[in-house]
């Protein structure tokens, strides 16, 4: 009969207090570092997306503010980030903007999945939070759809459906009127 080998059971997970590379410091470097990767690859993901919209306003694709916006509606919603659940969770621990959802639809968006139960829509949560990240990109880079064709660089209000930072705040802040 074969003897099994004890496993010792370390505090604080499997690599356990016996790896010298596990002290707090180094893991918070390590959290840092692999944040930064992922956020990177995130917002060139959404770099990219403003840039194909800038390109395919120059090109006369798009020539209204209309059109402009089914163009970023379409483009988020069939991105890899919201396609791909795996992808859904690095949108929402990259993006500035990880609460969109909730903050304008209210409750999260939860499926009923019988025989499964509830499940949260971590596709809905993920567009959501892109589709604020793309439009404040837009916003950045000044592209927008110029009056009379071409391609418009210059500085403008954000589209409508991205509140302002000073309208989010507003919001938020219970009011002081007695």
Not at 106 to 113: F, L, R, T, Y
Not at 142 to 159: H, I, Q
Request: hydrophobic share 30%; charged share 30%; aromatic share 6%.
């Amino acid at each position: 009969m074969a003897t099994r080998k004890k496993v010792s059971k370390g505090r604080g997970g499997s690599s356990g207090s016996a790896n010298p590379r596990n002290d707090r410091e180094a893991t918070e470097k390590q959290h840092d570092d692999a944040m930064r990767v992922l956020r990177a690859e995130y917002y060139g993901g959404v770099r990219s997306l403003t840039q194909e919209l800038a390109r395919a306003i120059k090109d006369g694709e798009i020539t209204d503010e209309e059109s402009m916006q089914e163009w970023v509606h379409q483009s988020v919603d069939g991105s890899y980030w919201v396609i791909y659940t795996h992808a859904n969770f690095q949108v929402l621990l990259c993006s500035d903007n990880h609460d969109a959802y909730s903050e304008d639809f209210g409750d999260p968006p939860i499926e009923q999945n019988p025989p499964h139960g509830s499940t949260i829509n971590w596709a809905a949560l993920a567009f959501a939070a892109m589709k604020r990240d793309v439009e404040q990109q837009i916003d950045a880079e000044g592209v927008a759809v110029p009056e009379e064709g071409g391609l418009e660089e210059r500085r403008r209000r954000p589209l409508p459906s991205t509140p302002s930072p000073l309208e989010r705040k507003r919001r938020r802040a219970p009011s002081r009127r007695r």
